[in-house]
């Protein structure tokens, strides 16, 4: 099926128009179609959201830690980090593991991207403030502790690799219908249903656009499925989620950038 998105061009750093199909080619307009597997520029231009604690099994996986001080209960409202402009990398692009570091932990996210500036919205009016939807792996270094910032840990360089496109809003008529499926190493590692969100899209760009206005080109992580799959040096990772596109990026050596 021949779908409408929006990408970054090889040799260009705007975002355009192309068509795409569920093989994963580009076509252009007007032009020849775009088949080959070279890297593809991040298409995210805003500031990137992530979500913690969305997905139902994230919640059951902390048990009783959730209820321990400092907060002693689940939290009542998203609970948001940003993914800065040094996390951003796109679609084929290497990822560099740390030094000192044996394996991430991956975390494949759909990214829900505001078209247009986002404030107070009503739930039953929030798809209309989306652009459209991408692909995101919410890398991060396995830690244990939920209480604090986790900046050491998620904001690394190209711990953010998102595409290969946005595929336009019109083209997924609903959500909470996708799934997400990584791989590994072509091996399926793990596959989650947007429907086991505790806030679903609608609800949680209401939510946050309450106490905070997004902009154009922002987007809002809708939160990474409970036990994510952990990867080391050499491995292959896809996320794919249905109707939106397949992400692929390869883990090396930080010095091997």
Not at 28 to 33: E, H
Not at 149 to 171: L, N, T, Y
Request: include cysteine; charge should be negative; charged fraction near 20%.
């Amino acid at each position: 099926m021949i779908k409408a998105a929006m990408m970054k061009i090889p040799g260009s750093s705007f975002l355009q128009e192309v068509k795409v199909n569920d093989h994963g080619d580009v076509f252009l307009y007007g032009k020849a179609a775009v088949t080959d597997r070279r890297p593809l520029e991040c298409p995210i231009i805003g500031t990137v959201y992530g979500t913690l604690l969305n997905f139902s099994g994230e919640l059951e996986a902390l048990g009783e830690s959730m209820y321990k001080a400092p907060y002693e209960q689940p939290p009542k409202a998203p609970v948001l980090y940003i993914k800065p402009a040094n996390t951003l990398t796109g679609h084929l692009c290497p990822v560099p593991i740390p030094e000192g570091e044996r394996e991430l932990q991956t975390g494949g996210a759909l990214g829900i991207v505001i078209g247009r500036t986002a404030s107070r919205v009503n739930e039953e009016e929030a798809l209309e403030y989306v652009k459209g939807y991408t692909v995101v792996n919410d890398l991060t270094i396995p830690h244990s502790s939920v209480h604090r910032p986790a900046i050491v840990q998620k904001c690394r360089d190209s711990f953010c690799p998102a595409g290969p496109w946005i595929i336009m809003r019109q083209e997924v008529p609903d959500p909470g219908a996708l799934s997400i499926q990584v791989y590994v190493n072509e091996e399926l590692k793990q596959e989650t249903a947007m429907s086991g969100l505790i806030r679903p899209v609608q609800s949680l760009i209401a939510e946050v656009t309450e106490f905070m206005t997004l902009l154009e080109g922002d987007v809002l992580l809708a939160g990474v499925p409970g036990n994510p799959p952990r990867v080391k040096e050499g491995d292959v990772v896809k996320i794919s989620i249905t109707g939106v596109g397949t992400l692929e990026n390869r883990f090396i050596k930080e010095g091997e950038l």
